[in-house]
């Protein structure tokens, strides 16, 4: 601001340099100091309304930032879900011994022990077994479905 004040008193020592008559100097001096005014009132209007736009500006990109987070918090969500480390997956385990159904990671193992009865459970991971199950045994889950299944015939022929 100091370079505005130093250039109105510049022009207006130049103003008074140049006018001889005092009452023109005087009207002069009141135009150019209303002029000013007019100037800076109309600076101090531009000057709310860009820190009002900067402000709406500011709470909008809150909001954003907001509803990013929450995006970003979702998509990490998702992503631990799809990309969980390689390897570790929970298997559902029924134990022979005891039919104890529980949740186990059994990745590169060959045994695990039941939770309940503490029995070792040799895992066997020859998948052609279960394709030939003959049925009715607990420790596949398609036994059981095909045996409920059943049971609801067996009671609709009763009917």
């Known amino acids: 601001m100091s370079i505005l004040s130093d250039n109105y008193k510049r022009i207006l020592s130049?103003?008074?340099?140049?006018?001889?008559?005092?009452?023109?100097?005087?009207?002069?001096?009141?135009?150019?100091?209303?002029?000013?005014m007019l100037f800076m009132d109309v600076m101090d209007n531009l000057a709310?309304?860009?820190?009002?736009?900067?402000?709406?500006?500011?709470?909008?990109?809150?909001?954003?930032?907001?509803k990013m987070n929450?995006?970003?918090?979702?998509?990490?969500?998702?992503?631990?879900?799809?990309y969980e480390e390689e390897g570790n997956f929970d298997f559902e385990i029924v134990c022979p011994y005891c039919n104890h159904e529980f949740s186990a990671e059994i990745t590169g193992k060959s045994e695990i022990t039941c939770p309940e009865c503490n029995n070792v459970i040799e895992?066997?991971?020859?998948?052609?077994?279960?394709?030939?199950?003959?049925g009715h045994c607990s420790g596949c889950h398609g036994c059981e479905e095909?045996?409920?299944?059943?049971?609801?015939?067996?009671?609709?022929?009763?009917?």
């Open 123 to 134: 895992l066997d991971w020859n998948e052609e077994e279960e394709d030939n199950c003959t």
């Open 14 to 36: 130049e103003v008074e340099g140049k006018i001889t008559n005092p009452e023109e100097l005087e009207f002069v001096k009141e135009k150019i100091s209303e002029l000013s």
């Open 48 to 66: 709310e309304k860009t820190d009002e736009k900067i402000q709406q500006i500011e709470e909008k990109q809150k909001q954003i930032e907001a």
């Open 146 to 159: 095909d045996f409920e299944e059943e049971q609801e015939d067996d009671e609709d022929d009763d009917m």
């Open 70 to 82: 929450a995006v970003e918090s979702a998509v990490n969500e998702i992503e631990e879900d799809i």
